[in-house]
């Protein structure tokens, strides 16, 4: 006996599919008013239903649109520790294959441009009347300011407790040395008094120059650019170096050549790469230099050293980066503070090396001319 169907109703159909219609129009609608973005993903195949706000920077490619869990592999992302994230640890992926739920994990992602993005993602699984996972729903908050903001407060206090130990050690050991009996002496009072009156200069003028780059890097104001005249500059750096007696420090500048930059900046830039250089040259030289070009001021600094390997050369400005074998105490951050300091500045540092042994670190930045009066 054959089993009667009923009548389909088209009209009947075509109102349900046009009310379907206009749900997911207003879900969609809602879900672009959120100010996070969100990602619905089917499971098993962890195909994407649903993107919306800032995750469709992330997901939502015509390239790269995940339609199975393979496809999350593709997606470039790292820990705050800088661990690579593998397919399986998306916390989309886990929601969807072991019904976890994740709240809070932050993840920084390279974008398809280029840039890096740090997520604040959220995640769980969705589950029908049996219990059984039919999806997951992910939210992407945009963390980048707030963590760029969190790194550069942190990179502030290390930057500060690295950068002042120089000046407070000259004062220190100064007091030392006049209360041993040198402020009885008329010539070395003066002469201890005046490394002190330096030295707290110096505070200063790194007080100044950490505020500017925490500033800058945090995005609250770039740097004050000023006209800096480089000979007076150079040969105030050369003066400050301690190198070993057998190493000879001269400066090369002509009188008028200026640099477009912030002083504070350049001058913490300078004095670290000068620093670096007097530690690891034992004989030789180190020079101090200034070449005008067309438009642009190349800043040399050039020491007679052991040199830098091209494996180590493409990381040394890395912060805490210290070549393998370094016998010199110290925590890799000269380097990389004046790298900052430099492109806070609008300009760029890079090093060479220089035959038959030896380091050359350039500063570019746009060049000016000192106006006689």
Sequence with gaps: MTEAHAPVDAEALAA???ALREEVSR???????????????????????????????LVHRADRHPMTLEDYGRFEAFRPDGSP????????????TTGEVVVGEVLETVLDDGTHAVFEIASRPIRDDADEIVGAVATFEDATDRERRTRAEREFVTNAAHELRTPLTVIASAVEVLQAGAKDDPEARDRFLDHIDR?????????????????????????KLDVVALCPLLQSIAEEIIPVEEVVVDVSCDADVAALANRDLLEQA?????????????????????????GSVAIEVTDTGPGVSPEDRERITERFYRPAGTEVEGFGLGL???????????????????????????????????VSA
């Design 27 to 57: 879900l969609e609608a809602a879900l672009r008013g959120l100010p996070f973005g969100v990602v619905v993903a089917a499971a098993p195949s962890g195909r994407v239903l649903v993107t919306s706000g800032r995750a469709d920077d």
């Design 270 to 294: 300078l004095s670290n790469v000068a620093r670096n250089a007097a530690i690891h040259t034992t004989s030789g030289s180190i020079s101090l230099a200034a070449h005008p070009g067309d």
């Design 336 to 370: 990389s503070i004046a790298a900052e300091s430099v492109r806070a500045s609008g300009g760029s540092l890079e090093l060479e090396a220089v035959e038959p042994h030896g380091t050359r670190v350039r500063v570019t930045l746009p060049l000016a001319r000192l």
């Design 16 to 18: 349900d599919n046009a």
């Design 85 to 96: 994230v593998e397919r399986g640890e998306w916390p989309l992926v886990r929601s969807l």
């Design 199 to 223: 030295a707290t200069d110096r505070l200063g003028r790194l007080g100044r120059a950490l505020l500017t780059l925490a500033r800058t890097q945090t995005g609250q104001e770039p740097a």
